[in-house]
């Protein structure tokens, strides 16, 4: 299970660090992404990290102020996100998953419950 933290309500221009953690099990050899749900919206990954850290991805629209991370020794990944949006404002949600060489895409099979971030104008 994983469990998602850090959300909060700030002002634009302001700075959150969201933080998954497993409950159980490791992280370690998964592939992970940030996904976020906007109200009356469906859900968007925002960011992924492979299972070493080494290759990253992010949607343009948080290019350059979301930066994701992840410290296998302490089984944890984390988003560090920077000149926050009113558009951020979303449920963030972790997740971890495995490459899919059928579909060459990333399949994530655990969730973590989501956490709150609310930018104000």
């Known amino acids: 299970q994983l469990q998602a933290s850090g959300g909060g309500l700030v002002q634009a221009g302001g700075s959150l660090r969201l933080s998954c953690a497993a409950s159980r099990g490791t992280l370690s050899g998964y592939d992970m992404g940030w996904f976020r749900q906007a109200p009356g919206k469906g859900r968007v990954l925002v960011a992924s990290?492979?299972?070493?850290?080494?290759?990253?991805y992010y949607v343009d629209s948080v290019k350059g102020r979301f930066t994701i991370s992840r410290d296998n020794a302490k089984n944890a990944m984390y988003l560090q996100m920077n000149s926050l949006k009113p558009d951020d404002t979303a449920l963030y949600y972790c997740?971890?998953?495995?490459?899919?060489?059928?579909?060459?895409?990333?399949?994530?099979?655990?969730w973590g419950q989501g956490t709150l971030v609310t930018v104000s104008s």
């Open positions: 997740a971890a998953g495995s490459y899919d060489r059928m579909t060459q895409k990333v399949r994530y099979d655990y």
């Open positions: 990290i492979n299972w070493s850290g080494v290759s990253t």
